[in-house]
């Protein structure tokens, strides 16, 4: 799923593949991605977690990007967004090679895999690299969502994150959930 490397090599990937029988009730609040005042879709968060959302979504500008951590832990990142530009899926993987020496430097994809995120069949992109000097798994899905948009999901974290956070990350995942369009 995730393009970054998280933990050891087969953690994150193993995270990802609980995803799909994960049941998302181990999350507690439900927060929507909306961006020019359309919601796109939903994820459950884990209790202790924090959220933050930033970006402006809007056609030419930042994507909006809902990020989250563990709280007080800044050894993992997880993230989420939808941005304008890509119109299907081989956009969006070209968009994800764009912006990913911005997130992880050193970057290499160890293993693309087929699965799940949420509902939506994903395409997951596993690797390492460094962050600020330090090293880093990474993993990357990218989804199509209803009419010409994806979905991106980045995770970063340091060697360990996957092994001590490995269930909330496949709760996470697994709860994402498309907004019916009204």
């Known amino acids: ?20 029988v994960v049941p998302s009730a181990m999350a507690d609040v439900r927060v929507t991605y909306e961006t020019g005042g359309t919601t796109l879709f939903s994820i459950a968060v884990p ?8 970006g402006s979504g ?10 989250m ?9 997880v993230g989420f967004l939808s941005p304008a530009e890509p119109q299907n899926l081989e956009e969006a993987e070209a968009y994800v090679k764009d912006m990913g020496q ?7 994809v160890d293993r693309v895999d087929d699965n799940v995120l949420g509902t939506l069949p994903a395409r997951f992109y596993f ?23 994806a979905v991106i999901t980045v995770i970063v974290g340091e060697y360990d994150a996957g092994e001590v956070y490995g269930d909330e990350i496949a709760a996470i995942l697994a709860s994402l959930q498309v907004e019916e369009a009204p």
């Open 47 to 54: 209790d202790g977690w924090v959220v933050a959302a930033g």
């Open 127 to 149: 690797g390492s690299g460094t962050r600020q000097g330090a090293p880093v798994d990474f993993g990357v899905a990218i989804a199509a969502l209803p009419g010409p948009r």
């Open 1 to 20: 799923m995730p393009i970054l490397k998280i933990i050891r090599p087969g953690l994150l990937a193993l995270a990802v593949s609980m995803a799909a």
């Open 102 to 108: 911005s997130l992880v430097s050193e970057s290499h």
């Open 58 to 67: 809007e056609q030419g500008g930042p994507p909006r990007i809902l990020g």
């Open 69 to 77: 951590n563990p709280e007080g832990d800044l050894s993992l990142w």
